[in-house]
């Protein structure tokens, strides 16, 4: 089973939002998770991050027989073997390019492209998981690089109307080259491993410089 979720937000104190606890409880049996961080030296935020989360999973009845975090003490052959072991990936949130560059940097692609399991992304994370990665920045240049590889999805996190600023002058423009599906705080996407898509929340979609709202809730593509 290869299963995906691309997360814009959880909300820390509620946790996962209703329409998708009945999914994850079907996906996830327990095992072993493994969390991919953006900043591997962070070690005290880090494991704030996975208590949090662990919380949250726990809320619905999700419990995890071990908990692993990639991190700066862990050695590249290790991290590749828990990645490829885990039952369970939570890509995190966070700096997106630094992210990437870990990841790359402990060759970890390949572990995470031929795993079984599931796959869920927060953000930076649920970015990365593309395989050609358009990060729309504010203020600045749209940046284009090889992600992970795990979903032909390019999404764009925390996405609000009243942002305007953002929309006119980096959303628009970036989406000539790929469109982006863009989430709200609320929003979801599932990946089923018949590569079903699944959108909760309102998602929309950004091509050639128009923007629509998804008002179908389930979709495919061929990866």
């Known amino acids: 089973m290869k299963t995906k979720y691309l997360f814009s937000g959880i909300n820390e104190e509620s946790g996962f939002s209703d329409e998708i606890v009945p999914f994850l409880q079907s996906d996830i049996k ?3 998770i493994v969390f991919i ?5 962070d070690n005290d935020k880090n494991q704030q991050f996975l208590d949090l989360d662990l919380r949250i999973f726990n809320k619905i009845g999700i419990n995890f027989d071990k908990a692993i975090i ?54 930076a994370g649920s970015i990365n998981m593309a395989e050609d990665v358009v990060l ?42 790929k469109k982006l599906i863009c989430l709200t705080d609320e929003s979801i996407i599932r990946v089923s491993e018949t590569n079903e898509i699944m959108y909760f929340a309102n998602c929309y979609e950004i091509k050639d410089g128009n923007i629509k709202l998804i008002d179908n809730n389930i979709d495919t593509y061929s990866k």
């Not at 991290?79 to 949130?93: K, S």
Request: proline letters at 4%; a negative charge.
């Open 30 to 32: 327990g095992g072993k």
């Open 37 to 41: 961080p953006t900043d591997f030296n």
């Open 70 to 123: 990639i991190d700066n003490k862990m050695n590249k052959e290790r991290a590749r073997e828990e990645v490829e072991t885990a039952d369970v990936i939570f890509l995190w949130g966070g700096n997106t390019e630094e992210q990437i560059k870990n990841i790359k940097e402990y060759d970890l692609i390949p572990s995470l492209q031929r795993r079984d399991g599931v796959t869920i992304g927060i953000s």
């Open 136 to 177: 729309v920045r504010h203020d600045k240049e749209t940046v284009f690089y090889k992600g992970i590889g795990l979903v032909n999805i390019n999404v764009d996190p925390h996405f609000s109307f009243e942002d305007v600023k953002y929309i006119q002058n980096n959303l628009l423009p970036s989406s000539y080259a």
